[in-house]
């Protein structure tokens, strides 16, 4: 371990600080909770590097800067799930215009139900940021329609759940496919 627990600890505390004191208004619980577990998650595989590998660099302290390298390095040979959601609670805490739609789109294709995640990111830039999400997320949501098999079947099973949450991004979900901006959801 190149790095101790209780470094990485103190690293994390000062990234929810920062996000706390940029984002204290969302009441968006499950994208916190992403960004917060995911970088946690993320900071713990950077600790795992040998201590010659290049990405340390001068010092041999975990950033967020060295995080996304090492998310850009390791993504481009695989998707695996984890490198996704730390790629993704990267862009959300940066709160990119993309809103890690890219890797939103390989989480979905293994699990359908993540699609509700991708609704409430691109709703989360755009609400942060100010940067209207609306084009990039019906690009991403008409690219899966047709690479996904039964897409639509899928989401009216959602718009049917028991689970509100699964059942608004359903709904808001077949709006923006039908040209609704997030702005008037």
């Given at each position: ?19 706390n ?12 909770e992403i960004?917060?577990?995911f ?19 001068n ?23 984890e ?6 609670a990267?862009?959300l ?43 990039l ?18 989401l ?5 759940s ?24």
């Amino acid at each position: 371990m190149i790095v101790s627990q209780a470094e990485i600890d103190a690293y994390i505390t000062d990234v929810l600080r920062t996000y706390n004191g940029n984002i204290s208004n969302s009441s968006d619980k499950e994208i916190r909770e992403i960004i917060i577990k995911f970088i946690g998650q993320g900071l713990l595989c950077l600790n795992l590097l040998s201590e010659d590998d290049p990405l340390w660099g001068n010092n041999k302290k975990p950033t967020l800067y060295k995080l996304g390298e090492y998310v850009e390095r390791v993504s481009t040979d695989r998707h695996n799930e984890e490198i996704c959601w730390i790629a993704i609670a990267l862009s959300l805490y940066y709160c990119t215009n993309g809103f890690g739609r890219n890797h939103f789109e390989h989480l979905i294709r293994r699990d359908f139900n993540h699609i509700h995640l991708m609704m409430r990111a691109a709703r989360w830039v755009w609400r942060s940021s100010g940067y209207d999400t609306t084009g990039l997320l019906r690009e991403s949501l008409e690219k899966m329609r047709l690479n996904i098999p039964e897409f639509d079947e899928k989401l009216s099973l959602l718009s049917n759940s028991p689970d509100k949450r699964f059942q608004e991004s359903a709904i808001q979900i077949s709006k923006i496919l039908t040209g609704t901006s997030l702005a008037r959801l």
